[in-house]
Structure formats: structure tokens, C-alpha cells
């Protein structure tokens, strides 16, 4: 009872984003609010082609919709708080509220992960056996593998997010980051936090590193069976149905790897550098990547060109 009576008399969180550095606040916020709008118009246009012409009525473009609607979802979770944290001196957020965007951001980065392996198979199966792809990318099929991604990303949520909330915080409530990112949630605990730590472990494992090598191998087998073709013509054509998706996976799992896989400055004044650098990292790679997927594949699919000219040419017409 003591931890939650602590817990409970807490008005909320205090985010500290970039309060030390004032200056950079009004131009950050001009500069995320711009990529904000991107994001929302280039995912907004994708899934209306997606939906509108008949001509992307396929698998592969199902699943881009999807991928599409969750980075309009996981940028709406946390960038209008980031951004109003520029704009707000005091930059509090209440105890749900916070806990609410923790399972939000990580629900939509949790799927995204899962739904990129499901791409990843729909696009082995297309280049690996063409004939059967038909039946084996059903819409039967293809519909479950879209919704089983979003589950298994809101459950994961779930777990992480549950643990983090009965834990107790009876000490400082300053948040070092722009958003309620759980590793930062967690520093503020006041009890052990091995078994969020654990269970962090687990689902980086399941939600990470088995995708990754899902993808991985799936791609071993693409390249191979695009190898064996015998025209070079045949070639570029089978690797351009697959390109956009291997864009996006490698700008999706680099910007990770580089975020946690840098070396951790030991000097003091190195740590502050640095200290603002990660968060910088990270505001951007939660702008930077859905801004990044639409123009990738609006720039390396012709289908997916022919169909926004079509959209842009109704709409004059209109």
C-alpha cells in the first residue's frame, strides 16, 4: 500500500525534453510540425490509393495500408505532446495520460516490427513461387497475418505496459526524455524493476531478433531465386517488387540499431553531448522513418505512382 499511496499522490510526470536548451525548442517545434504534416498527408494518400483503386487490390498493398495507418498511429501518440512540450514552460503530464502514450507508442512499434516479417513473407512467396502465390496469399490468409501482427503488438503493450504501472514512484517524477518512453518511465521506480527488465528482454527477442532473422532468411531465399533468372530484364523486375520493402526494413531496424548500439560516453561533458544527441535520435527516428515510408515506396513502385496521378487527376476532374 505504501508504494501506491506514493504513486497515487504524485500529480503526474514532468517531461524535460530539451528544457535546457530553450533555443532549440521554437525551431524544432516549426521542424516537427512540418515532417508531422508529411507524415500524415504521404501515409494519408497511400492508404487512400490502397483503398480507392482496384488496381492495388493485393496483398502487398494491403499490407502497406496497414503500415501506413500504424505510422499515422504511432507519430499521433506521441508528436502533438512533443510538440507541445516546445510550446509549454511547465511541461507536465498526468499519470494516465502518460501510461496511455507509453502503450500507444509501444503497441504501434511492437506491430510495426511483426507486420514488416509479414511483408517480408508475402514478397518470398511472390518472388519464390509466383504460380502458387495466388492461393497462398489468399485473402484468407493475408487478412489474419495483418490482424495477428496488431494483436500480438497491442498484447505485447499490454504486459509491458501493465507491469510499468503497478510499479511505485515515490521520487523524482522528471521524465529525461520528450514522451514516456518506458526505459526512461522505469529509472523513476522506486522498487526493483528486474522482472520489467526480464520481460523487456523476452519481447526484444520475440518482437526484434526473430523478425530480423525472419526477414533475413527470407531475403537469402529472394536473392537466390532472383539470381536464377535467366534475363537481366527479368531480374531488375522481380528485385523492384521487393526494393521498397527492403528500404524500408533497413532505414526501420539501421535506426534502431544505431540508437542502442552506440558507445556510452564516460566523460561527464561528453555525457551531457551525448545525452542531448540520444534524444535528438530518437525525436527524429519517431518523425523521420514514417516520413521516410511513403516517399520510398511513391518513388520505387510505379503502381503505386500510377495510382496517387490517378487520385490527383480525379481530384482536378472533381
Not at 526512461?184 to 526480464?198: E, H, P, R, S, Y
Request: proline content about 4%; overall charge positive; charged content about 15%.
Amino acid at each position: 500500500m505504501v508504494g501506491f499511496n506514493q504513486t497515487s499522490s504524485m500529480i503526474g510526470f514532468i517531461l524535460q525534453g530539451l528544457s535546457a536548451h530553450p533555443k532549440l525548442e521554437k525551431s524544432f517545434f516549426v521542424l516537427i510540425l512540418l515532417m508531422y504534416l508529411v507524415i500524415l498527408l504521404g501515409n494519408g494518400v497511400l492508404i487512400l490509393v490502397t483503398i480507392f483503386d482496384s488496381r492495388l487490390h493485393t496483398p502487398m498493398y494491403f499490407f502497406l495500408g496497414n503500415l501506413s495507418f500504424l505510422d499515422i498511429c504511432y507519430t499521433t501518440s506521441s508528436v502533438p505532446l512533443i510538440l507541445d512540450s516546445f510550446l509549454t514552460p511547465r511541461k507536465t503530464i498526468s499519470f494516465s495520460a502518460c501510461f496511455g502514450q507509453m502503450f500507444l507508442s509501444f503497441a504501434m512499434g511492437a506491430t510495426e516490427c511483426v507486420l514488416l516479417s509479414m511483408m517480408a513473407f508475402d514478397r518470398y512467396v511472390a518472388i519464390c513461387n509466383p504460380l502458387r502465390y495466388p492461393v497462398v496469399m489468399s485473402k484468407a490468409t493475408y487478412v489474419p497475418m495483418a490482424a495477428s501482427s496488431w494483436a500480438a503488438g497491442i498484447l505485447n503493450s499490454i504486459v509491458q505496459t501493465s507491469q510499468a504501472m503497478r510499479l511505485p514512484f515515490c521520487g523524482d517524477n522528471v521524465i529525461n526524455h520528450f514522451t514516456c518512453e518506458i526505459l526512461a518511465v522505469l529509472k523513476l521506480a522506486c522498487a526493483d524493476i528486474t522482472i520489467n527488465v526480464i520481460s523487456m528482454v523476452v519481447a526484444n527477442m520475440i518482437f526484434l531478433a526473430i523478425p530480423v532473422l525472419f526477414i533475413f532468411v527470407s531475403y537469402v531465399f529472394i536473392l537466390a531465386a532472383i539470381l536464377r533468372i535467366p534475363s537481366a530484364e527479368g531480374r531488375k523486375k522481380a528485385f523492384s517488387t521487393c526494393s521498397a520493402h527492403l528500404t524500408v526494413v533497413v532505414v526501420f531496424y539501421g535506426t534502431i540499431l544505431f540508437m542502442y548500439g552506440k558507445p556510452k560516453s564516460k566523460d561527464p561533458l561528453g555525457a551531457d553531448k551525448q545525452d542531448l544527441s540520444d534524444k535528438l535520435i530518437s525525436l527524429f527516428y519517431g518523425v523521420v522513418t514514417p516520413m521516410l515510408n511513403p516517399i520510398i515506396y511513391s518513388l520505387r513502385n510505379k503502381d503505386v505512382k500510377a495510382a496517387v496521378r490517378t487520385l490527383v487527376a480525379q481530384k482536378h476532374l472533381d
